[in-house]
């Protein structure tokens, strides 16, 4: 069903930019429409119909999450191109992990052929070598995608040549939505797009603080902090709704990789700031956020595997969350931007609740190191 009206706060102050010379054409709610109807497809055709929830839903709690992980005061400073940018960002950020018939069957003609005998070749001494070997080519081939989607949307959005699949038709459609957005911000967010999967947002030169797409003072993009904050919301959502129980026993969820997320995320509850506490142990408003609190339920010896693996993932994500608080700090010092505010520094996991099983873990194995890493890509 078409939606009448935008009602996330992000959404509505990125609608102001309607009246700006660099996108006067665009118009967000038929954008998002189009998204939504696009996103539906993931899943469809074999490929990644096994992965976690990438549809509307998504891109909806992406955006809440936005809401409160940018501080009141970043928010009445930040500028309607920097809420364009956002949530276009988020919008289009999964799009590249869209597989259409077409591309599938044309799938030898690519550099997945390539990358097929790449993996293959890498994973040869690897623990799970004999179930990939056992899976068709839909698994390998949701794997090329999965590690290439976020360059796959970089280059639609630019509407260049690329070897990443045989997308003309998907490519075409984005060409079609994007196609009132100035150049300069077109390229800038297909960059932002792809920087979620990419280790160089302290890049100042690349992700400007001050790029400018008019004379107008709303005009001004800090792509630093956009790409600082899309990262962390998409780090962030994985809640339960991100794995219905209904559509799991439909698709009947075999790929172990794809077990071990759906039962990591249909654990956790709530992803929320943590209230502040004064030297009183009284909890006071007034105090800025700066943890994350984690709110989830194990239960049982047979979600051990998840809780570990939810463990690892908030290991990693805690290390985002204070590389990009010094990112953040760091642009405030060197580039003046006082105003664009990250104070998330710690993830609080006292209210994950584990019944049936010791938690205590002796070491992580390199092994598990590189599992973290492998599902840190599939969000």
């Known amino acids: 069903m078409m939606n009448e009206k935008l009602e996330n706060y992000v959404e509505i102050e990125a609608e102001k930019t309607e009246n700006l010379s660099f996108c006067r054409e665009l118009k967000l709610l038929h954008v998002r429409d189009q998204i939504e109807e696009i996103l539906s497809q993931i899943g469809k055709c074999g490929i990644f119909e096994e992965y976690t929830v990438h549809n509307i839903t998504h891109i909806d709690e992406m955006l ?15 500028t309607s191109a920097e809420w364009l940018m956002l949530t276009l960002a988020v919008y289009f950020h999964d799009l590249g992990m869209v597989v259409t018939k077409e591309e599938y069957e044309k799938r030898e003609t690519t550099y ?25 080519d839909h698994f390998l081939y949701q794997e090329f995608v999965r590690d290439n989607h976020a360059t796959r949307i970089r280059q639609w959005i630019n509407n260049v040549e690329t070897d990443l699949g045989e997308v003309t038709v998907i490519k075409n ?16 967010l297909a960059m932002i797009c792809e920087s979620h999967h990419k280790d160089d947002i302290d890049d100042f030169t690349k992700y400007r603080v001050d790029s400018v797409y008019g004379n107008d003072k709303q005009e001004k993009v800090n792509l630093n902090y956009i790409a600082v904050i899309l990262r962390i919301a998409d780090l962030l959502h994985i809640t339960k709704d991100r794995t219905p129980s209904l559509t799991r026993r439909i698709i009947n969820v075999s790929n172990p990789f794809s077990v071990v997320e759906w039962e990591k995320q249909k654990a956790v509850r709530a992803i929320q700031p943590k209230a502040k506490r004064d030297r009183e142990d009284n909890i ?19 979600t051990a595997e998840a809780y ?4 690892s993932y908030l290991q990693y994500t805690r290390k985002e969350l204070q590389k990009c608080h010094d990112i953040v700090e760091k642009a405030q010092k060197r580039e003046g931007t006082i105003v664009y505010k990250f104070p998330w520094r710690e993830i609080d996991e ?12 002796l070491s992580f194995t390199i092994a598990q190191e590189n599992y973290v890493f492998g599902i840190m890509e599939q969000e």
């Open 284 to 302: 006071n408003e007034t105090l800025e956020k700066d943890t994350i609190e984690v709110t989830a339920r194990f239960d049982g010896a047979e």
């Open 64 to 78: 809440h999450i936005i809401e409160w992980l940018i501080p009141n005061e970043t928010k009445n400073n930040m």
């Open 350 to 361: 006292s209210r994950i609740t584990v019944i049936g099983f010791e938690t205590k873990k």
């Open 112 to 136: 997945f052929h390539e990358y097929k005998s790449k993996i293959l070749n890498e994973m040869e001494k690897s623990e799970y070598i004999d179930y990939v070997r056992k899976q068709d």
């Open 173 to 188: 459609i984005v060409n079609d939505i994007l196609k009132d957005l100035d150049e300069m911000f077109r390229a800038d």
């Open 308 to 311: 570990f693996g939810l463990s």
